[in-house]
Every structure is written in structure tokens, then in C-alpha cells.
């Protein structure tokens, strides 16, 4: 399964952003979804979390300013980002739990995760 991330780039303080991430492949199941971030010279941290039936959660930073959703029919995750701060500024990756199918259709659990898109955020 193989997951591709999309958006962010440069965005003014104050501003919004919306990233996507779509997951492919031969997909049984898509269950977990989240984003992560990580910023020069600092550890992942988990922003916002889904699950299949979604329930969410949120990292306290980003709380009442980001919303993420997904598309269970097209096993995508959004991540909905306003009032955009400077300390926003990092690598997004998207992450996801899947159940697929290998070459000799046997069931396979995993954990995908995308390549990472940045989010700039000038003051």
C-alpha cells in the first residue's frame, strides 16, 4: 500500500491550507488514519488522528484550529489547517492502518506512511 501526500507549501500567519493523502493498492481495509508532523531539530508528533468510524483526536496545539477528515470510499485522509501559526512550520506525513492483499492473495497488516509534504508558515 503505498500512501501520496499532497498540499501545503508556503502560507502567510493567519492563513489556511488543506492537505490530502491517498492510500493505494490492493486495500482490504483502511482502519487508523492520522497526521504527524516533525520540525527541524525535533521528534514526530502525532496532529490529529480518525478512525474508520470516525472518532477523532487532536494534539493540544492544534486543537479548534485543524480538522481532519477522510473519504473512506476513496481511502483518503484530509487535514484542514487555519489560523495558521509560524510554530506550524514542518514536514507533514500522513500515516494509515491498512489490511491488503499480496502477490499470493494472502491477507497482509500494515502501517503505511506517506512522504512527508512541507508546511511553511511566515510570520
Known amino acids: 500500500v503505498q500512501l501520496q501526500a499532497s498540499g501545503g507549501g508556503l502560507v502567510q500567519a493567519g492563513g489556511s491550507t488543506e492537505l490530502s493523502c491517498a492510500a493505494s493498492?490492493?486495500?482490504?481495509?483502511?482502519?487508523?488514519m492520522a497526521w504527524y508532523r516533525q520540525a527541524p531539530g525535533t521528534g514526530r508528533e502525532l496532529v490529529a488522528s480518525?478512525?474508520?468510524?470516525?472518532?477523532?483526536v487532536y494534539a493540544d496545539p492544534v486543537r479548534g484550529r485543524f480538522a481532519i477528515s477522510r473519504d473512506n470510499a476513496k481511502h483518503t485522509v484530509y487535514l484542514r489547517m487555519n489560523s495558521l501559526k509560524p510554530e506550524d512550520t514542518a514536514v507533514y506525513y500522513c500515516?494509515?492502518?491498512?489490511?491488503?492483499?499480496?502477490?499470493?492473495?494472502?491477507?497482509?497488516?500494515?502501517?503505511?506512511w506517506g512522504q512527508g509534504t512541507q508546511v511553511t508558515v511566515s510570520s
Open positions: 480518525i478512525t474508520s468510524g470516525g472518532r477523532i
Open positions: 493498492g490492493r486495500i482490504v481495509r483502511i482502519d487508523d
Open positions: 500515516v494509515a492502518d491498512y489490511v491488503s492483499m499480496n502477490s499470493n492473495d494472502e491477507f497482509v497488516v500494515g502501517k503505511g
